[in-house]
């Protein structure tokens, strides 16, 4: 009889330190879960800021004040524009596009200068 107290109470002891393990190992992962919530949620927040950043330096007037100062580009002249009858049935029709008064463009410019002076491919 006294062996079989002993061992009770050994089982008794036994469970005691697994469900002490369990308690400790399930709080672990409770705070582990705790952190990627915050995680999760920082990481939304920044997304939210993100798109709010995108969206405030996307906005067409700064878009277009950037263009006039950084890139030196002005709105389309009416004098641009080309007649649709000149686009679908070709230069050969009787509308006539209307040209631009020649200015200078440093892009063309630079594009012109780069293919004048890059050698010509050899065929072989």
């Known amino acids: 009889m006294r062996s079989l107290c002993l061992l009770a109470f ?3 002891v036994g469970l005691l330190l697994y469900t002490y393990d369990l308690k ?3 709080r672990k992962l409770e705070g582990s879960a705790r952190e990627l919530v915050t995680a999760l949620q920082d990481e939304s927040d920044f997304l939210a800021l993100m798109r709010a950043e995108v ?3 996307s906005r067409p007037e700064r878009v277009e004040e ?3 100062k950084q890139l030196r580009m002005e709105p389309i002249a009416p004098a641009q524009l080309v007649p649709w009858k000149a686009v679908v049935t070709g230069p050969d029709s ?5 040209t631009p008064p020649a200015q200078s463009d440093g892009i063309a410019a630079l594009i ?10 050899v065929a072989k």
């Open 24 to 26: 400790l190992k399930t």
């Open 112 to 121: 012109e200068k780069s293919a004048v002076s890059s050698p010509s491919p």
């Open 66 to 68: 950037m263009a006039r």
């Open 55 to 57: 969206s405030y330096l």
């Open 10 to 12: 050994g089982c008794l």
């Open 94 to 98: 009787g509308a006539q596009a209307q």
